[in-house]
């Protein structure tokens, strides 16, 4: 095998490590609008889910544009804030941020019967990374509409059973505030609920922590839109 | 020189049974243990190995004269890893699902020995055509592994194929349940040993002589 110098090897490895950079860059460039089209998509997926319409990749962008007819940002005074785009608020800096500078995104989903559902979001950590989701109220800003929940890399079978519609089902139906003053989130009990019990749901048995740590994500989220649950409630 | 004489034709079917990556050398088991709970993903990542081991071989193969062995592991890794980000980057922008469900182990392929075992075991020492079918055909031998396991564990596992429901719903109703431990990591171990057991009656001289 023949005999490199040391200038021929930091010549090749400089030339190398520079028309690498140059492909992956060039790479990132052109797929960029795709990609991020595909992250555009399947948020507005998730959003008309929490209201329970269903939609694929392909007709997503035009139901959104039907159902989802208004969306701002309120703070944690419930007082809605100018100038933000609630769709591109990104809640993992927003939680980042102390809880009165926080904007917190409100959609509005006008159904089939005109009525309205008022989606937000959520986010929160579960066992092995972030759990998010969105979660819709009827007008009564009270009783839970629909709810749509994912996470990143829960264990399959156990906590990633949160994504599934056996888990989500039960939470329609079940409401936020108890005398509609006290709020009390929803909580997400081992060993079941009660079926009677307006406020808790079913966990998932051997998903613990992935279920504590949802019923967590509830509340810090929900909690923060209390002012405005209250003052728009009908 | 033909473009697949029966010289070439060997590197592309050897590895499929003889020389099988992940049966005969047991190379890249992680990968196939944790990607294969559904067969979608298991296709997408047997896809996306082929075309890595494919094309790193061909890169390799072709500057094979002017790497410095001094640092040719580093060079190879920089290779391979290009490749796999490109192939990130496009199963990312098209398609979208599958690239969530296979989440960090497309990166992954960087570390699987397939393909800097075929760098420094062929590529190194052969020209880039030859070298470019051994990388298909490891890639295949890799892929035809994940399809099978990841075909039963999705069929016992959520009794459905490509997520279309094979197993009828009155089997559910007579009391037929879902196999849970299929979709554990443990029972593609399982599987996989399996398959090396069937493989290896079928082929003597692959059992190891006491």
Same mark, same amino acid.
């Given at each position: 095998?023949?005999? #490199?110098?040391?200038?021929?090897?930091?010549? #090749?490895?400089?030339?190398?490590?520079?028309?690498?950079?140059?492909?992956? $860059?060039?790479?990132?460039?052109?797929?960029?609008?795709?990609?991020?089209?595909?992250?555009?998509?399947?948020?507005?997926?998730?959003?008309?889910?929490?209201?329970?319409?269903?939609?694929?990749?392909?007709?997503?962008?035009?139901?959104?544009?039907?159902?989802?007819?208004?969306?701002?940002?309120?703070?944690?005074?419930?007082?809605?804030?100018?100038?933000?785009?609630?769709?591109?608020?990104?809640?993992?800096?927003?939680?980042? @941020?102390?809880?009165?500078?926080?904007?917190?995104?409100?959609?509005?989903?006008?159904?089939?019967?005109?009525?309205?559902?008022?989606?937000?979001?959520?986010?929160?950590?579960?066992?092995?990374?972030?759990?998010?989701?969105?979660?819709?109220?009827?007008?009564?800003?009270?009783?839970?509409?629909?709810?749509? *929940? =994912?996470?990143?890399?829960?264990?399959?079978?156990?906590?990633?059973?949160?994504?599934?519609?056996?888990?989500?089902?039960?939470?329609?139906?079940?409401?936020?505030? @108890?005398?509609?003053?006290? #709020?009390?989130?929803? @909580?997400?009990?081992?060993?079941?609920?009660?079926?009677? %019990?307006?406020?808790?749901?079913?966990?998932?048995?051997?998903?613990?922590?992935?279920? @504590?740590?949802?019923?967590? !994500?509830?509340? $810090?989220?929900?909690?923060?839109?209390?002012?405005?649950?209250?003052?728009?409630?009908? | !020189? $033909?473009?697949? &004489? $029966?010289?070439?034709?060997?590197?592309?079917?050897?590895?499929?049974?003889?020389?099988?990556?992940?049966?005969?050398?047991?190379? +890249?088991?992680? &990968?196939?243990?944790?990607?294969?709970?559904?067969?979608?993903?298991?296709?997408?990542?047997?896809?996306?190995?082929?075309?890595?081991?494919?094309?790193?071989?061909?890169?390799?193969?072709?500057?094979?004269?002017?790497?410095?062995?001094?640092?040719?592991?580093?060079?190879?890794?920089?290779?391979?890893?290009?490749?796999?980000?490109?192939? %990130?980057?496009?199963?990312?922008?098209?398609?979208?699902?599958?690239?969530?469900?296979?989440?960090?182990?497309?990166?992954?392929?960087?570390?699987?020995?397939?393909?800097?075992?075929?760098?420094?075991?062929?590529?190194?020492?052969?020209?880039?055509?030859? &070298?470019?079918?051994?990388?298909?055909?490891? +890639?295949?031998?890799?892929?035809?592994?994940?399809?099978?396991?990841? *075909?039963?564990?999705?069929?016992?596992?959520?009794?459905?194929?490509?997520?279309?429901?094979?197993?009828?719903?009155?089997?559910? =109703?007579?009391?037929?349940?879902?196999?849970? !431990?299929?979709?554990?990591?443990?029972?593609?171990?399982?599987?996989?040993?399996?398959?090396?057991?069937?493989?290896?009656? *079928?082929?003597?001289?692959?059992?190891?002589?006491?």
């Amino acid at each position: 095998m023949k005999n #490199f110098s040391n200038t021929y090897i930091f010549t #090749f490895s400089i030339v190398m490590v520079v028309i690498v950079a140059l492909l992956l $860059s060039l790479a990132a460039m052109q797929l960029k609008p795709f990609q991020d089209k595909n992250v555009e998509v399947e948020k507005k997926q998730n959003i008309l889910a929490s209201i329970r319409i269903k939609s694929t990749p392909k007709d997503a962008v035009e139901i959104y544009a039907k159902y989802i007819t208004d969306s701002y940002v309120v703070n944690n005074k419930g007082e809605k804030q100018e100038g933000v785009d609630a769709f591109t608020v990104d809640l993992k800096a927003e939680l980042g @941020k102390p809880a009165a500078e926080r904007v917190l995104p409100v959609f509005i989903g006008t159904l089939d019967d005109q009525t309205n559902a008022f989606v937000v979001p959520l986010r929160g950590k579960g066992l092995w990374g972030p759990i998010w989701g969105y979660i819709s109220l009827q007008p009564d800003m009270n009783t839970i509409y629909g709810t749509v *929940f =994912d996470h990143q890399g829960e264990t399959p079978g156990l906590g990633a059973e949160i994504s599934t519609e056996w888990f989500q089902k039960p939470f329609m139906g079940k409401t936020i505030f @108890k005398d509609s003053t006290e #709020f009390v989130s929803v @909580k997400v009990l081992k060993g079941g609920a009660k079926d009677d %019990d307006p406020h808790a749901v079913d966990a998932i048995s051997g998903g613990t922590i992935t279920s @504590k740590a949802l019923e967590a !994500m509830l509340d $810090s989220c929900l909690v923060q839109y209390k002012p405005y649950f209250i003052q728009n409630r009908k | !020189m $033909s473009i697949l &004489s $029966s010289k070439n034709f060997k590197l592309l079917s050897n590895p499929l049974n003889l020389e099988n990556p992940v049966t005969v050398q047991i190379l +890249g088991i992680c &990968s196939a243990l944790a990607v294969t709970t559904k067969l979608k993903p298991a296709i997408v990542m047997g896809l996306s190995v082929i075309v890595v081991t494919a094309f790193s071989n061909l890169v390799i193969s072709a500057m094979r004269n002017y790497i410095p062995p001094r640092i040719r592991i580093i060079v190879q890794l920089v290779v391979v890893a290009t490749m796999v980000i490109l192939v %990130d980057q496009v199963l990312r922008a098209f398609v979208y699902d599958v690239s969530k469900q296979l989440s960090v182990y497309v990166g992954l392929i960087i570390t699987n020995c397939i393909i800097m075992g075929r760098l420094e075991a062929f590529a190194m020492g052969n020209k880039p055509w030859p &070298s470019f079918i051994d990388g298909i055909g490891n +890639g295949i031998g890799y892929a035809i592994i994940l399809i099978v396991v990841g *075909f039963v564990r999705e069929l016992f596992g959520s009794g459905a194929v490509l997520g279309i429901q094979i197993i009828p719903q009155s089997f559910y =109703d007579a009391g037929y349940v879902n196999n849970g !431990m299929m979709i554990m990591p443990t029972m593609a171990l399982v599987l996989v040993g399996v398959i090396i057991w069937i493989q290896r009656s *079928f082929n003597k001289e692959l059992i190891e002589k006491e």
